[in-house]
């Protein structure tokens, strides 16, 4: 079965959104992909999924308009992914959604039909969020790589990445820029 590696963003108190669910500490929603090698498809829970395709189609689409989203003009990166995302495959896991506009993006309904997809890929699967999904792979035994940007901020309250005790494997750590550091866990039992 090929790697599936979860990218996330958190601040150095393993938040990930703040109390009032803002992430103005985020600049870049796409950071996450420059962590990873090439991957076959992209991973989204169904909670997180339609306002990530609003996002990056606007991103694509309508750039003045993503530039009034953002208050600022998008990252050359930032129209990288979109692009890269509007050619790769999405799984969205969800038990809920009944269709998604993305045009790669397909609907699985339990983990099985995911983990089908996986032994049939070349590449590693980007696992990009929510958090509710990563514990899930994690409980499953699916989930290979967790890779989090880590933010200089603190936010003392807010929503946790893990709502439980977690213990990871193997770590690796590389400085980034603007004070973020990149963490690599191996999840236990998974190599």
Same mark, same amino acid.
């Given at each position: 079965?090929?790697?599936?590696?979860?990218?996330?963003?958190?601040?150095?108190?393993?938040?990930?959104?703040? $109390?009032?669910?803002?992430?103005?500490?985020?600049?870049?929603?796409?950071?996450?992909?420059?962590? %990873?090698?090439?991957?076959?498809?992209?991973?989204?829970?169904?909670?997180?999924? $339609?306002?990530?395709?609003?996002?990056?189609?606007?991103?694509?689409?309508?750039?003045?308009? #993503?530039?009034?989203?953002?208050?600022?003009?998008?990252?050359?990166?930032?129209?990288?992914?979109?692009?890269?995302?509007?050619?790769? $495959?999405?799984?969205?896991? @969800?038990?809920?959604?009944?269709?998604?506009?993305?045009?790669?993006?397909?609907?699985?309904?339990?983990?099985?039909? %995911?983990?089908?997809?996986?032994?049939?890929?070349?590449?590693?699967?980007?696992?990009?969020?929510?958090?509710? %999904?990563?514990? @899930?792979? *994690?409980?499953?035994?699916?989930?290979?790589?967790?890779?989090? *940007?880590?933010?200089?901020?603190?936010?003392?309250? &807010?929503? #946790?990445?893990?709502?439980?005790?977690?213990?990871? &494997?193997?770590? @690796? #750590?590389?400085?980034?820029?603007?004070?973020?550091?990149?963490?690599?866990?191996?999840?236990?039992?998974? &190599?």
């Amino acid at each position: 079965m090929t790697t599936l590696i979860a990218a996330m963003q958190v601040t150095l108190d393993g938040r990930i959104l703040g $109390p009032d669910g803002e992430v103005d500490w985020v600049d870049s929603w796409a950071d996450g992909l420059e962590l %990873l090698p090439p991957v076959d498809a992209f991973v989204l829970g169904g909670g997180m999924f $339609p306002e990530y395709e609003r996002f990056w189609t606007t991103i694509l689409d309508d750039p003045a308009a #993503a530039a009034e989203l953002l208050g600022r003009d998008p990252y050359p990166r930032e129209i990288a992914y979109a692009r890269l995302a509007a050619e790769t $495959p999405h799984l969205v896991v @969800s038990r809920t959604l009944t269709e998604t506009r993305w045009p790669t993006a397909r609907i699985v309904r339990d983990l099985g039909e %995911l983990s089908a997809f996986a032994a049939q890929a070349g590449n590693p699967i980007y696992v990009v969020g929510g958090p509710g %999904l990563v514990a @899930s792979l *994690i409980d499953a035994g699916l989930l290979d790589e967790l890779r989090l *940007i880590v933010h200089p901020v603190a936010l003392g309250d &807010g929503r #946790a990445l893990f709502e439980q005790r977690r213990e990871f &494997g193997d770590v @690796s #750590a590389a400085p980034l820029t603007a004070g973020r550091l990149s963490l690599t866990y191996r999840i236990d039992g998974r &190599g």
